[in-house]
């Protein structure tokens, strides 16, 4: 059996829950777990912050070069840091939630973070979700998946993740803004959401949360034994 350690590449819309499970499957293989999601929501959260509009392209591009943005392991998630400060759990608002599409839209944002994600990526025994992982970031990766899962499905999930949280929104309103989310990210013109033809569909919509990981990591052994 070969050790190799491979790139796996998790794409999916909103809700699918691909960030937790990219979590507990990286670091059941030991592998590094790169939160891309984080980066373009850290990148909202600046925009937010400096107070500039994020249908404003020019404005918007014009920051990249002030952010600097870092990364670091955390016990359950990437710690992430925007000019020095950190800023985990302010990304996570409804208020990025609601422009993170809109920023992740601009070219110039997609190339800064899509530069720094293959350069994590280069060492292999990575594992990197987001919108366009294996069409844009890293279409050679060894293992590319599409999770997904029905409306219903991953409102009612975003749903129960923020239930007496200062986040809290009525399942109807989660619902909506995923499927605005959905629209927004498969039309962008920017790296629009799309499921590669190589890649393995898994629709969690009837799935439990550890089904959804066992099932990613007999794909990964799998590859591993065929190398």
């Known amino acids: 059996m070969s050790l190799k350690k491979i790139a796996v590449a998790i794409d999916g819309p909103a809700g699918a829950g691909k960030s937790s499970i990219s979590k507990v499957v990286a670091k059941q293989l030991g592998y590094l777990y790169i939160d891309t999601g984080a980066m373009y929501r850290s990148v909202t959260w600046a925009v937010l ?10 404005a918007v591009e014009t920051i990249l070069p002030t952010l600097e943005l870092t990364m670091e392991p955390g016990n359950d998630a ?5 000019r020095g400060q950190e800023v985990t759990d302010l990304i996570r608002t409804p208020q990025v939630n609601n422009a993170v599409s809109e920023v992740a839209s ?40 599409y999770l997904t899962a029905s409306v219903k499905a991953r409102a009612k999930r975003r749903w129960l993740e923020v239930q007496g949280t200062a ?11 995923v499927e605005r989310r959905d629209e927004m990210d498969k ?12 890649a393995v569909v898994i629709d969690s919509s009837d799935m439990t949360f550890d089904e959804t990981v066992n099932r990613i990591l007999q794909l990964v052994q799998e590859i591993i034994n065929h190398e």
Do not use: M
Request: net charge negative; glycine share 8%; with cysteine.
């Open 187 to 198: 039309n962008r013109e920017e790296s629009p959401l799309v499921c590669v033809d190589d």
């Open 78 to 82: 990437c710690k992430v840091f925007v």
């Open 167 to 177: 986040n809290e929104q009525s399942l109807d309103e989660i619902t909506k803004n």
């Open 106 to 145: 601009h070219k110039g944002v997609r190339q800064y973070l899509v530069e720094r994600q293959r350069l994590l990526a280069d060492e292999g025994g990575v594992i990197l979700d987001g919108r366009d992982i294996g069409s844009v970031v890293l279409p050679d990766a060894e293992l590319k998946i």
């Open 49 to 58: 912050h400096d107070g500039i509009d994020p249908t404003d392209q020019a």
